[in-house]
Each structure stands twice: as structure tokens, then as C-alpha cells.
């Protein structure tokens, strides 16, 4: 194994998990203010709903996907009976659906971000990077999971590419702190190039927006409801009065008076 294949496989990765995680605590103790998705509502609504919803929700199935295929090893899908087959029709169907829904998301994200002049002007360099970026681990991922299969079968090659053989205990193998770079040396070009961008991401992101990840209020479902009041009651309920008798219909106006 040369050097290269050890600094690609073990020093780099190892390099970005320690930035990502001291980087995060950089970020807590220094910048708590900052720790935002800074959001860009006000500027501009449509195109973000839609971008937001479809990313988040794609993710989140790509993320649970992930964890599965990479962090769930292969000899337990064995045992429970499901065949690496049934595994991999599975993931390619609901794999390539979900992260095409993340695809779109991020794409609209970016477009909005690139496009629309006054977004693009309250965009940091951080901002655009980290954007660029999703789209850029997504796209390889969607080439991987959906483009390697169209590959091979033009090819006649192998039908499948068993990434939970060597990808998958290659990652674990840096949680276990003995990592196992020749693994990688096997692996197709397209998910190599997949995996490094992901790790690029993953050293940027305490230093981006994306830590809002790690803010989500979950508290917010479980705690009672936030009641605003007036500082002036009495003024509040005049012009709230004021307000009810402005869209009162004529006729109930003037019957309580009468006429
Ligand atoms: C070190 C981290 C990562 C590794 C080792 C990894 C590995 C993989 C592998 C092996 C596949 C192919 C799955 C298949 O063919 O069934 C894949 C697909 C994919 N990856 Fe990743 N990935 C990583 C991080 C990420 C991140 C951070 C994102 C999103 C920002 C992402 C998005 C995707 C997408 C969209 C696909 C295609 C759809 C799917 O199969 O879920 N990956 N990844």
C-alpha cells in the first residue's frame, strides 16, 4: 500500500472527523450567535419551501440508508434472511427515489442561491461551498448508486458492486481506531470519489451553516405553547376592537344600534 492510498484512506478522512468534531466545539464556545441556518426567507419564499422540503426529507432517507448500508454490517442481513439481491433491488429503487427527491431539493437550493441577485449577494464564500458541495456528494452518490448499475450492465461486468464488503467496514474500521485502508484499493473510481467529498463536507461543516443540524428544537413538540401578551393590554384590546367592528357587515351595525 503506498503512500497515497494511506494518506487518501486514513489521514484524510482522520484529519476531517477531527476537524468536524473539534471544529464544533470551536464553534459553541465562540460563536453561539452564529449558530444559525441564516435563513434567507425574507429575500425570497417559493423556491425555498420547496428546495427545503424536498432536500430535508430526501436526506433523511439518504441518511437512514446510509446508516443501514455502512454502519449495519452485512453478516446481519444474512442471518435475518434478507439476500444481498433482495438488499440491493431494495436500495437501488428506494435509494435512487429518495436521493433524487434530495437531488432536486439541493438543486433548487443552489439555483436560487446562484440566480437570484439578491440572494446571491448575502451569500457568504461558506455559504456557496457548502451548497455546492451537497450537490456535489449527492450527484456522486446518485452516479454511484444508479450510473455504476447502468455501467456494469452496458459492460456485462459483475451485476453488483457489494459495498457492504469493503466500504462499509472500511468506515467502521476508523470508529474502531484500527483502520483498514486496502479495503479501498478495489473500490470503483465513482464510489471512491462519492466517499472523499462527503469527508471534504464533512471538515467544512462545523465552519457553515450546516450545524443548525445539530440545533433542530425538538423541544418543540413536547413543550406547552409560548403565549405572547401585550406590554400595553388595554391598548392591544382596543385595536382590537377597533379591527372587529371595521370588518363587521353593515346590516348587524345597524341593527345593534337600532336603525
Ligand atoms: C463517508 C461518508 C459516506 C459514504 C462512505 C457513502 C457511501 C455511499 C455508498 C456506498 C452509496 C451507494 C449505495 C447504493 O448503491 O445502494 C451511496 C449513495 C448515496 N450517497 Fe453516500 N456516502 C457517504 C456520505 C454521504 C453524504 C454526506 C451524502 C449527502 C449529502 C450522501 C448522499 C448519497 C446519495 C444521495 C446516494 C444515492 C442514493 C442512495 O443510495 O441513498 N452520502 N453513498
Known amino acids: 500500500m503506498n503512500l497515497w492510498y494511506q494518506f487518501l484512506w486514513v489521514i484524510f478522512p482522520y484529519l476531517a472527523l477531527v476537524t468536524f468534531v473539534l471544529g464544533h466545539v ?20 417559493r423556491l425555498l419551501m420547496w428546495g427545503v422540503l424536498l432536500f ?8 437512514g440508508g446510509h446508516v443501514m448500508g455502512l454502519l449495519v454490517p452485512i453478516g446481519v442481513y444474512r442471518s435475518l434472511g434478507v439476500s444481498d439481491y433482495n438488499y440491493h433491488i431494495l436500495s437501488l429503487w428506494v435509494g435512487a427515489a429518495v436521493g433524487a427527491v434530495a437531488l432536486i431539493g439541493i438543486l ?12 446571491r449577494r448575502n451569500t457568504d464564500w461558506m455559504r456557496f461551498a457548502t451548497d455546492a458541495l ?13 450510473g455504476y448499475r447502468i455501467y456494469v450492465n452496458q459492460y456485462d461486468l459483475p451485476a453488483e458492486f457489494e459495498y ?29 470519489l462519492h466517499t472523499l467529498s462527503a469527508f471534504v463536507l464533512f471538515a467544512l461543516w462545523p465552519f457553515s451553516s450546516l450545524v443548525h443540524v445539530f440545533s433542530v428544537p425538538l423541544g418543540y413538540l413536547r413543550r406547552s405553547h409560548v403565549q405572547y401578551r401585550s406590554s400595553n393590554p388595554r391598548a392591544s384590546l382596543d385595536r382590537e376592537r377597533t379591527q372587529k367592528a ?3 357587515p353593515p346590516a348587524v351595525e345597524q341593527s345593534r344600534r337600532g336603525e
Open 164 to 192: 457492504r464488503e469493503n466500504i462499509a467496514p472500511w468506515f467502521r474500521s476508523l470508529f474502531y481506531f484500527s483502520p483498514n485502508p486496502e479495503l479501498m484499493l478495489e473500490v470503483p473510481l465513482i464510489f471512491q
Open 246 to 248: 371595521n370588518k363587521r
Open 26 to 45: 470551536y464553534r459553541y464556545a465562540y460563536d453561539q450567535y452564529g449558530w444559525t441556518p441564516k435563513s434567507s426567507q425574507i429575500l425570497e419564499r
Open 108 to 119: 433548487l437550493l443552489n439555483l436560487r442561491r446562484w440566480f437570484i441577485p439578491r440572494i
Open 56 to 63: 430535508h426529507w430526501g436526506f433523511l432517507f439518504v441518511f
Open 134 to 146: 451537497l450537490l456535489l456528494v449527492i450527484v456522486l452518490g446518485m452516479a454511484a448508486t444508479v
